[in-house]
Nanobody, 122 residues
Framework: QVDLVESGGGLVQAGGSLRLACIAS??????MGWFRQAPGKEREFVAG????????MTADSVKGRFTISRDYAKSTMYLQMNGLKLEDTAVYFC?????????????????WGQGTQVTVSS
């Protein structure tokens, strides 16, 4: 059984920082990613990473503020979020796939975590 467990969410003031973590247990994936879903909105891609090469892809909405990374030995993916804005408030989901090409589409990911809430206040 494969589990993805997110952590690190919380309440932060605008302009602040948070670091999310996702531990993948059970198997090694080819790529992982972060998505988010705000109330009343569709789930959107935030960032993705190739597990072996460390190559990344980041959504334009968070580019320059969010950084995705992974610790191969710990089977853990991170999302460092700086300069948080009110519109970053959402549930953030960890996702993983055995496919080898980076992609921003949610249906290309086969495994999902339960999500962690990030709330940015003014």
């Amino acid at each position: 059984q494969v589990d993805l467990v997110e952590s690190g969410g919380g309440l932060v003031q605008a302009g602040g920082s948070l670091r999310l973590a996702c531990i993948a247990s059970g198997r090694t994936f080819n790529r992982m990613g972060w998505f988010r879903q705000a109330p009343g909105k569709e789930r959107e891609f935030v960032a993705g990473i190739d597990w072996m090469s460390g190559g990344t892809m980041t959504a334009d909405s968070v580019k320059g503020r969010f950084t995705i990374s992974r610790d191969y030995a710990k089977s853990t993916m991170y999302l460092q979020m700086n300069g948080l804005k009110l519109e970053d408030t959402a549930v953030y989901f960890c996702a993983a796939s055995y496919r080898v090409s980076l992609s921003s589409t949610s249906d290309s990911f086969s495994h999902w975590g339960q999500g962690t809430q990030v709330t940015v206040s003014s």
